[in-house]
């Protein structure tokens, strides 16, 4: 029988192909940034700043939402050196907004009412509406429960915790006027350094003992909706969003915090959407869900990291979406099993 050939070009035996696998697959390989590839190419590196940060995207619609929040809806940093319900129950509120407007409202526009159909879905499989897996036998319930439960808790939290420990001088406070090119570079850093974090985390989080007690409840997820990406086990939460605790060590405004933060919730959100981006007269006009993660949840054993920072590549785990990568995934899984 004859076999196959990849995207690269490689044999792939009788392996079904990649693309039969998926409703959708984005263009492939897949790359990560090219801030770490090396002849160095800055018209690929000024591109990746370009699409993320100077036009209608994740970071810059974020950056836009921290502005919003600290101006409107966040209470002044004196209030915060006591531990009060008052200004405690204001963060709680406003978080549980966010989230419940940013994950529902995926969820309403994708899955509810279908505005896209399935176009730029990767998944053909509707979400689970029964299922003994999940809580409340129904993988949107569930989903929704870990999220508003112990997802916005653990969020509220660890952003108290910073506010009081700025307030009373235990953590470092940036202000725009001391130091402004600092202020902005800090913002571009932020997600280089929760990709980091994640990665490392994650990569623990796979550790038999700790997956079997906490992050197997993520994983029942395999084919993702927008309540899936916060939808994780309290133990879990706590290692996600301690992240933010690098700003007891560097200093940071406010707007920071508000940033790092909902960077990691809402975004956990928008990359398991199931979907590639939002369509506007046939274009995608606003990048979401990430293939690379997709694949993660389906392949298990691969991309634990995201794309900022290319943690896969070097360790050997990254899948580019290709059937080759697909192959050495398969090989390096049977090693494993031994």
């Not at 940093?77 to 407007?101: C, D, H, P, S």
């Not at 506010?163 to 800090?186: D, K, Q």
């Not at 707007?255 to 939002?278: D, K, P, V």
């Not at 059937?323 to 995934?329: G, L, Q, T």
């Amino acid at each position: 029988m004859q076999s196959k050939q990849s995207d690269t070009g490689h044999d792939v035996g009788n392996n079904p192909t990649m693309a039969k696998q998926w409703h959708y697959r984005p263009v492939v390989p897949i790359k990560a940034s090219p801030f770490f590839s090396w002849p160095p190419k800055p018209i690929a590196m000024l591109r990746w700043v370009g699409e993320r940060w100077f036009a209608i995207a994740e970071n810059s619609i974020l950056v836009g939402l921290a502005l919003l929040c600290w101006a409107y809806f966040q209470p002044p940093l004196e209030q915060a050196k006591t531990f009060e319900m008052g200004w405690i129950g204001q963060i709680y509120l406003r978080n549980f907004v966010l989230i419940t407007i940013v994950a529902g409202g995926l969820h309403l526009y994708f899955y509810r009412y279908k505005f896209q159909q399935d176009e730029l879905k990767f998944d053909a499989r509707e979400l689970k509406q029964f299922g003994k897996l999940f809580t409340f036998n129904s993988q949107v319930r569930d989903n929704m429960f870990w999220t508003l439960g112990s997802g916005v808790f653990f969020w509220t939290g660890f952003e108290v915790l910073m506010f009081w420990a700025m307030a009373n001088g235990y953590a470092p406070v940036l202000t725009w006027r001391e130091n402004p090119i600092l202020f902005v570079v800090l913002l571009f850093l932020t997600p280089m350094w929760i990709s980091f974090h994640f990665y490392w985390i994650h990569r623990w989080l796979h550790w038999p003992p700790l997956y079997k007690l906490a992050h197997s409840l993520h994983h029942r997820n395999i084919n993702v909706g927008p309540w899936s990406g916060l939808s994780m086990h309290p133990i879990e939460h706590l290692m996600f969003f301690s992240s933010i605790l690098i700003h007891f060590v560097i200093p940071a405004h406010p707007i920071h915090i508000l940033f790092h933060m909902q960077h990691q919730a809402l975004t956990a959100s928008t990359s398991h959407s199931g979907f590639e981006g939002i369509l506007v007269k046939d274009e995608n006009r606003l990048a979401l869900g990430t293939f690379h993660h997709q694949m993660h949840h389906r392949y298990f054993e691969c991309n634990y990291g995201n794309l900022e920072v290319p943690w896969d590549n070097w360790f050997g785990t990254f899948h580019d979406g290709t059937d080759y990568a697909h192959v050495r995934m398969q090989e390096r899984r049977r090693q494993i099993m031994g």
